[in-house]
T-cell receptor, first 114, second 115 residues
């Protein structure tokens, strides 16, 4: 079945550091890929998405590129801020299932200190 | 900005008791979901609901679980006889289209602790 694997957290960084959170996937078809973010006390919200190979999703300074050859969708940000502290979830949705569900990873906690 | 709200934020229950987790989805959305995350594990799909019926459910969603949209605004998840292994964070979500084609809107979660 489909699955998503993310790097273990927490990831602890100083403000303005470069961020990478690794995500790899296995899927039956060619899935759409997502990053969701959960800020403290809030629900998960969509951060960015990519629907086909080599697409780059971007939002709020975060980027992720859909790499079919390595089945990866790593999240990057050039300069993190304290306000980026949150839990980040990589997810996929498989067209063979009609995009009817999201398959998530475990989530990676990011802690940014001033 | 519209949001999905879940109540309660934390519920402690004794093993064998029934619990009902409540969610108010975004009003014009058509698809509703429950997910859960056991501590340290992945977020898992439980069930999706569309047009007043279950459209898909996972292996986890056995006869102990049920969902209902009783009044056109609330969306509830009932666990009839809770087990220790039901302890988890439960997330409700709603979407205007199927979840994999657009943004999903999640509630902040209900942490269920079964003792």
């Amino acid at each position: 079945g489909d699955s998503v694997t993310q790097m273990e957290g927490p990831v602890t960084l100083s403000e303005e550091a470069f961020l990478t959170i690794n995500c790899t996937y296995t899927a039956t078809g060619y899935p759409s890929l997502f990053w969701y973010v959960q800020y403290p006390g809030e629900g998960l919200q969509l951060l960015l998405k990519a629907t086909k190979a080599d697409d780059k999703g971007s939002n709020k300074g975060f980027e992720a590129t859909y790499r079919k050859e390595t089945t990866s969708f790593h999240l990057e940000k050039g300069s993190v801020q304290v306000s980026d502290s949150a839990v980040y979830f990589c997810a996929l949705s498989d067209p063979t299932g009609g995009y009817s569900t999201l398959t998530f990873g475990k989530g990676t906690m990011l802690l940014v200190s001033p | 900005e519209p949001e999905v709200t879940q109540t309660p934020s934390h519920q402690v229950t004794q093993m064998g008791q029934e619990v009902i987790l409540r969610c108010v989805p975004i009003s014009n959305h058509l698809y509703f979901y429950w997910y859960r995350q056991i501590l340290g594990q992945k977020v898992e799909f439980l069930v999706s609901f569309y047009n007043n019926e279950i459209s898909e459910k996972s292996e986890i969603f056995d006869d102990q679980f049920s969902v209902e949209r009783p009044d056109g605004s609330n969306f509830t998840l009932k666990i009839r006889s809770t087990k220790l292994e039901d302890s988890a964070m439960y997330f409700c979500a709603s979407t205007p289209t199927v979840i994999g084609t657009g943004p999903a809107f999640f509630g902040q979660g209900t942490r269920l602790t079964v003792v």
